[in-house]
């Protein structure tokens, strides 16, 4: 079970290490980086979202993970957004029945974890 703990750690050594690559690039560099973070393209991930420390929701099978951005400012938008599919019984497995629907996560109200499936 992921706790509270085990995810403030693993956004701990996420933000330490993007912060060790900026830290030697040139800014094109840093926003290549910055963009490369908030979107990802894979093709096995999984995004779980947590109420406190218990697992709510899960979406499977994601290919692609987007920031938002404006449309007039072209700045990024503070949600992220793709297509999985909804794993309904939380196990890890896109059973029949269970359909790829999109989704928003926001960068304020959510705790979520992604992750590329071990799978």
């Not at 703990?5 to 030697?24: D, E, H, N, Q």
């Not at 800014?27 to 697992?55: H, P």
């Not at 990024?76 to 896109?94: C, I, K, S, T």
């Amino acid at each position: 079970m992921v706790t509270t703990k085990m995810i403030a750690a693993r956004a701990v050594l996420t933000g330490a290490s993007v912060l060790f690559l900026l830290m030697g690039c040139t800014q094109e560099q840093q926003n290549k980086i910055s963009r490369d973070i908030q979107n990802w393209t894979g093709t096995n991930g999984v995004l779980e979202i947590y109420a406190g420390d218990k697992l709510v929701r899960r979406f499977i099978k994601i290919d692609k993970l987007s920031t938002a951005m404006g449309t007039e400012d072209n700045k990024p938008r503070p949600y992220r957004y793709g297509y999985g599919v909804l794993d309904e019984n939380l196990n890890m497995v896109a059973d029949p029945g269970e359909k790829k629907v999109y989704f928003e996560i926001s960068d304020y109200a959510s705790n979520y974890v992604f992750f590329e499936s071990p799978r």
